[in-house]
């Protein structure tokens, strides 16, 4: 069972960064599209960055050249750093992933950012 717990959220100021990381167990992260999605309050989740198996990279707009999305294989994290954050950050971060064998989406719990002055 694929299973993602994704850590590192918190408060900041803005123009401050964050890292958040999602741990997977139960398959690899290489082998699976990875995503990050947030989610504002009375609002469906929105994807914000994704890496596809062969480590190629998207980004929403409203986060292109700010956020990065990387993969660590050895440790099963994907990583989601956060720079120059902004007041429109603050929302809460889930990491998911399509499993493409199975056709099924596996979803973490989410982590809250928070950037205020």
């Known amino acids: 069972q694929v299973r993602l717990v994704e850590s590192g959220g918190g408060s900041v100021q803005p123009g401050e960064s964050l890292r958040l990381s999602c741990v997977v167990s139960?398959?690899?992260?290489?082998?699976?599209?990875m995503a990050w999605y947030r989610q504002y309050p009375r609002s469906q989740r929105e994807w914000i960055a994704l890496?596809?198996?062969?480590?190629?990279?998207n980004y929403h707009e409203s986060v292109q050249g700010r956020f990065t999305i990387s993969r660590d294989s050895a440790r099963y994290t994907v990583y989601l750093q956060m720079n120059s954050l902004k007041l429109d950050d603050t929302a809460v971060y889930y990491c998911m992933t399509h499993i493409g064998s199975q056709d099924k989406y596996v979803w973490g719990n989410g982590v809250p950012v928070t950037v205020s002055s």
């Open positions: 139960g398959s690899h992260v290489s082998d699976n599209t």
């Open positions: 890496m596809v198996k062969d480590g190629t990279t």
